[in-house]
């Protein structure tokens, strides 16, 4: 029994240690560069949506004739 208690607690220690060792990686890079991607695109879009209907808004009533 006393076997079997050591080799659960070895087990159990060392898959401890590879947790804590995962952990302290850092792993935030590329969910930060993901985020300010996605914001830039967003921004983008948004920017040339605005543009498109400032410009359609100005030339409503020359654009009906095309």
Avoid: C, F, P
Avoid at 20 to 49: C, F, N, P, Y
């Amino acid at each position: 029994m006393n076997n079997l208690a050591l080799r659960l607690s070895l087990a159990a220690k060392s898959h401890w240690e590879a947790i804590k060792e995962h952990g302290s990686q850092d792993r935030g890079d590329i969910s930060i560069t993901t985020i300010i991607i996605w914001v830039a695109a967003v921004a983008g879009a948004l920017a040339i949506a605005g543009t498109i209907g400032i410009v359609i808004t100005k030339y409503n009533g020359k654009l009906s004739g095309i």
